[in-house]
């Protein structure tokens, strides 16, 4: 099988590309990989479709570096049978590899190219695809800012989305549109948040989506309704820990269910964040494709998640 590596040369502050290049140099020599450096947002996207346009022999592609590389990828691969991806993680945000295990299980390289492949769910949010977390409102614009500030001391790297919602808590505390799960309506005016999931986890260390499985082709859809900075400042910090659920103080203003398929509507101006990717969308339809697209992941974490993997 041929072994492609993805790789941001500026994911994990520029050190992606030695990581990957020292971990390769331990590969027994007749391992079929090459390397592909990103020029630049889309490019991996290009790159993986116009290989796969002209190869049909099976490929795995392995995204080295945070979740906009993991997005990337998989919007490379997406429709194309003879693909599969993994995961290297040596970006600044991991959040996807969380529902599998942590990001040292997944940094063997060795364990990686000999790992197997299992079908996991992907959503298709209009034209595109979204593997981990689909979110907008307050999220949205919080994602916006952590990118913006993601380079910068103190404030980026890990802070980074700490900085975001602190500056989402001055500017978007309420946002409007119309969310539909399965064709019940959810919210029809202001609401604060809205998740969609595949993943479970967002922001570095938010379990926004507890419940949410990757492979049961479902979508874990989540509203929250407006509420002062007060009450978002005092539960924020049991939303992180993914108790927001079943935590009795968040139901009033707190709208969960499991579907298949998610509209939105919302005015000019309007942007979903995709995987951490801000992208404005005034509409959108996301539906869940069930097990439509392979990740490969090492035995150990094989054995792990055998409960629903083999499902």
């Known amino acids: 099988m041929k072994h492609i590596f993805i790789v941001n040369p500026i994911s994990g502050q520029g050190a992606a590309s030695q990581a990957v290049y020292g971990s390769l140099s331990s ?20 790159y993986i479709r116009e290989y796969l346009g002209s190869h049909s022999e099976p490929v795995r592609f392995y995204a080295c570096g945070g979740d906009g590389t993991i997005h990337e990828v998989v919007n490379g691969i997406a429709g194309f049978e003879q693909a599969a991806f993994a995961v290297y993680p040596c970006g600044s945000g991991n959040d996807f590899i969380k529902c599998f295990g942590s990001r040292e299980e997944f940094l063997d390289i060795a364990a990686l190219v000999g790992s197997e492949e299992y079908a996991i ?36 790297g890990k802070n980074a989305y700490t900085t975001g919602v602190v500056l989402g808590l001055a500017n978007a505390m309420k946002n409007r549109a119309v969310i539909a799960a399965d064709g019940d309506v959810m919210c029809d005016g202001e609401f604060l948040l809205c998740t969609v999931a595949n993943g479970r986890y967002v922001g570095g260390k938010y379990k926004c989506a507890p419940r949410a499985e990757v492979n049961d082709g479902l979508l874990d859809i989540c509203v929250a309704d407006p509420v002062s900075r007060l009450t978002f400042v005092r539960l924020v910090k049991y939303y992180a820990e993914g108790t927001h659920l079943t935590d009795p103080r968040f139901k009033s203003f707190l709208h969960y269910r499991q579907c298949r398929h998610v509209e939105i509507n919302a005015g000019e101006g309007f942007s979903i964040s995709l995987d951490g990717e801000v992208t404005p969308m005034s509409n959108a339809v996301i539906d869940v494709i069930h097990n439509g697209i392979r990740i490969a992941l090492p035995k150990e974490l094989f054995i792990n998640n055998l409960s629903f993997l083999l499902v």
Do not use: Q, W
């Open 27 to 46: 590969l027994p020599k007749d391992a079929d990989c090459d390397v592909y450096l990103t020029k630049g947002k889309g490019d991996a996207v290009r």
């Open 121 to 156: 769910d992907l959503m298709k949010v209009n034209d595109r695809y979204c593997i981990n977390i689909c979110h907008f409102g307050f999220d949205s614009y919080v994602a916006a800012k952590m990118n913006e500030v993601r380079s910068k001391k103190l404030i980026g």
